[in-house]
């Protein structure tokens, strides 16, 4: 019944073609392609979630002014017949979308991002070797490089992850930000030559990481920040499950809080992998 109702659905959407991600119509025709298979040969598309529940143990950008997401309960069924709450939080915390007009003026603000540039094919590279050794490591041209050897070209409007190995510190924020004595944050990113290297000889759509920042933690200027947002492109930190993807191949989807000028804000990212 799924794979009639799945094929009903891809037949309707093929006809709006020009409103889909490259991404997700190769997933759609995946799926139809499937429909006609007998059921012990069809394989299953898996959906990972990349984002962290929100809570007051959630990391967020150590910065004055910024604090803990606070919940409070307004009403209880027992007491009201309802329960409900209400939140605060900064929108640098936890899983997160940082968009265009975070480090730069006359960009986009989150809600001004269209369903569109929120969709993509996902490529994952992984450094975690490297962050071992050194937790100030930076992405390298040569690490994309690596990974195109393997993997292929990056292809066009690709949102591009770094799996870092840092999301074995989620839930310990003074280990996951690691401050030294003199307070400056150790933690892994991207390089500005790998970040230029992304942008513009390969065009990516954007860039996502499981730390807290797409630049270093030693970072004072924050250079991957620029590059992107100065191109009108945003990025997401404090990614979940990065180690569950693979290098290429998953179709990520992005839905950001939608706050009317906002500087990004919490995220639900989930990633769709054909079978
Ligand atoms: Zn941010």
């Given at each position: 019944?799924?794979?009639?109702?799945?094929?009903?659905?891809?037949?309707?959407?093929?006809?709006?073609?020009?409103?889909?991600?490259?991404?997700?119509?190769?997933?759609?025709?995946e799926?139809?392609?499937?429909?006609?298979?007998?059921?012990?040969?069809?394989r299953?598309?898996?959906?990972?979630?990349l984002?962290?529940p929100?809570?007051e143990?959630?990391?967020?950008?150590?910065?004055?002014?910024?604090?803990?997401?606070?919940?409070?309960?307004?009403?209880?069924?027992?007491?009201?017949?309802?329960?409900?709450?209400?939140?605060?939080t900064?929108?640098?915390?936890?899983t997160?979308l940082?968009?265009?007009?975070?480090?730069?003026?006359?960009?986009?603000?989150?809600?001004?991002l269209?369903l569109?540039?929120?969709?993509?094919?996902?490529?994952?590279?992984?450094?975690c070797?490297?962050?071992?050794?050194?937790?100030?490591?930076?992405l390298?041209?040569?690490?994309?490089?690596?990974?195109?050897?393997?993997?292929?070209?990056?292809?066009?409007?690709?949102?591009?992850?770094?799996?870092?190995?840092?999301?074995?510190r989620?839930?310990?924020?003074?280990?996951?930000?690691?401050?030294?004595?003199?307070?400056?944050?150790?933690?892994?990113?991207?390089?500005?030559?790998?970040?230029?290297?992304?942008?513009?000889?390969?065009?990516?759509?954007?860039?996502g990481?499981d730390t807290?920042?797409?630049?270093?933690?030693?970072?004072?200027?924050?250079?991957?920040?620029?590059?992107?947002?100065?191109?009108?492109?945003?990025?997401?930190?404090?990614?979940?499950?990065?180690?569950k993807?693979?290098?290429?191949?998953?179709?990520?989807?992005?839905?950001?809080?939608?706050?009317?000028?906002?500087?990004?804000?919490?995220?639900?990212?989930?990633?769709i992998i054909?079978?």
């Amino acid at each position: 019944m799924r794979y009639i109702l799945l094929g009903i659905i891809v037949s309707f959407l093929l006809s709006s073609r020009p409103c889909l991600s490259e991404g997700v119509l190769e997933l759609l025709q995946e799926g139809k392609a499937q429909a006609s298979l007998a059921p012990s040969e069809r394989r299953m598309v898996q959906v990972i979630d990349l984002t962290y529940p929100l809570n007051e143990k959630n990391a967020y950008w150590p910065g004055p002014s910024y604090g803990p997401f606070k919940y409070e309960v307004l009403a209880s069924i027992e007491k009201h017949g309802a329960f409900s709450g209400r939140y605060s939080t900064p929108e640098h915390l936890g899983t997160h979308l940082d968009a265009p007009n975070h480090f730069e003026p006359f960009q986009p603000s989150v809600d001004q991002l269209t369903l569109n540039d929120l969709i993509g094919p996902a490529v994952v590279i992984d450094i975690c070797q490297k962050t071992i050794l050194d937790p100030d490591y930076a992405l390298q041209v040569e690490d994309v490089v690596e990974w195109e050897t393997k993997h292929g070209t990056l292809p066009p409007n690709s949102i591009v992850l770094i799996h870092t190995g840092w999301g074995q510190r989620w839930g310990d924020y003074e280990k996951y930000k690691n401050a030294d004595a003199q307070g400056t944050l150790h933690f892994p990113g991207y390089s500005k030559e790998a970040a230029l290297f992304l942008a513009e000889k390969r065009q990516v759509k954007a860039v996502g990481i499981d730390t807290l920042s797409v630049d270093p933690g030693i970072s004072k200027d924050f250079p991957t920040h620029h590059v992107f947002n100065s191109r009108g492109r945003w990025m997401l930190e404090n990614l979940a499950n990065i180690e569950k993807l693979p290098p290429k191949g998953a179709t990520l989807i992005v839905a950001p809080i939608k706050i009317e000028g906002g500087s990004g804000g919490q995220a639900r990212v989930w990633a769709i992998i054909p079978p």
